[in-house]
């Protein structure tokens, strides 16, 4: 298994709205892919401004292919990256 988290901060209050619907269609695109066993978004409680993608892929293989998909380069690419800061996370299962 493949596991990435992403932390997004979006750096315009104003943009919030937009980046949590984009976020929601990005990511009913993505569970529907090959591979895809997990892809949730979580919007902090605590810090407006800050998301979470929790997203687990079968094989390395499955997650380039995410990237190439059209949640990736058609969604999150053009419209969620610009308004956001990025920091990915790819992370192995502790327990």
């Known amino acids: 298994m493949i596991y990435v988290n992403v932390l997004l901060t979006v750096k ?13 269609q990005q990511a009913t695109l993505s569970r529907e892919e090959p ?8 919007h902090s409680k605590s810090e ?3 998301f ?3 997203e ?5 293989g499955h ?6 998909g059209k949640a990736f380069v058609e969604i999150y690419e053009p419209k969620v990256l610009p308004l956001v800061d990025r920091v990915p996370h790819p ?3 502790v327990s």
């Open 63 to 68: 997650l380039d292919r995410h990237r190439k």
């Open 12 to 24: 315009d209050e104003a943009d919030v709205a937009t980046v949590r619907a984009l976020l929601v």
């Open 56 to 60: 687990r892929w079968e094989t390395e």
């Open 91 to 93: 992370s192995e299962l």
């Open 35 to 42: 591979g895809c066993a997990r892809f949730e978004v979580y």
């Open 48 to 50: 407006n401004r800050l």
């Open 52 to 54: 979470t993608l929790v």
